[in-house]
């Protein structure tokens, strides 16, 4: 790798951590770097998977303190999500590469449909009857399923979880925020234990865009906890809407 290949990855590496801890789908950043300096689809994927897991570590604990009060929600949320993330990995790891890109632009405009949508719902719902602290038993599978796709390619992972937490939990966006960092870090770490063991990454990506990611997550969490909700909500629609573009022009 040459010196500038090394700045561009290390570059999109503090862009994905920073994106990532505001709103998600940081890995539209790297993936696409990766690709085009020569690497091939699926070592990209399990480089960039594992590169990008301290920046999700250090998003949470940049949010540590939204986070305060919401242990059950984090053991129950997050088992979910552990065992989402192991499935997703095996798919990544077993299935041929470019299953997924044929549903994967449209999961993301769902997505983003239910974050522009979500204080209706949320008004629909309480009308219906009072809002439940636990978010109702299928926040849990939401959290599995959402587990699941950040562990076969992450991209746009924490679109999707905040939409879920948004519609089915009675919450402060900013802790949702936190609360999304965290499991989406869960799934990360998770993901990139199983890529280590039975995958071939590259090292020297693995450690650009770790070393980006990291400071890229910590800086963007202390920029995102000053957004209002509307602005965070306006970043999280740009965001998901640029990622399914980009996935979408990818397959023409």
Do not use: H
Request: net charge positive; glycine share 12%; with cysteine.
């Amino acid at each position: 790798m040459e010196l500038w290949q090394a700045a561009v990855v290390l570059l999109a590496g503090i862009a994905a951590g920073g994106i990532n801890s505001i709103a998600g789908s940081g890995t539209l950043f790297t993936f696409p770097v990766l690709l085009a300096l020569g690497y091939p689809p699926i070592t990209a994927t399990i480089s960039n998977s594992i590169g990008l897991a301290p920046g999700s570590v250090s998003s949470a604990i940049a949010y540590r303190r939204e986070l305060v009060g919401q242990r059950s929600r984090i053991l129950r949320l997050g088992t979910m999500s552990l065992l989402g993330a192991i499935t997703g990995a095996l798919l990544l790891i077993y299935l041929p590469a470019g299953v997924f890109e044929s549903v994967v632009p449209f999961m993301i405009g769902a997505a983003c449909l239910l974050i522009v949508l979500q204080p209706r719902i949320t008004r629909w719902a309480r009308s219906r009857k009072p809002a439940r602290e636990d978010g109702g038993p299928l926040l849990p599978v939401g959290a599995y399923l959402t587990g699941t796709y950040g562990g076969y390619f992450a991209a746009a992972q924490g679109i999707i979880l905040m939409s879920v937490l948004g519609t089915a939990l009675d919450e402060d966006l900013q802790r949702l925020n936190a609360l999304k960092n965290l499991l989406a870090g869960i799934v990360n770490a998770t993901a990139a234990v199983f890529y280590v063991v039975l995958a071939s990454p590259s090292w020297p990506v693995v450690g650009l865009i770790a070393v980006g990611s990291i400071v890229g997550g910590y800086l963007g969490a202390r920029f995102g906890r000053r957004l209002s909700a509307a602005a965070l909500r306006v970043v999280l629609v740009v965001v998901g809407l640029s990622a399914a573009i980009q996935l979408l022009m990818g397959r023409v």
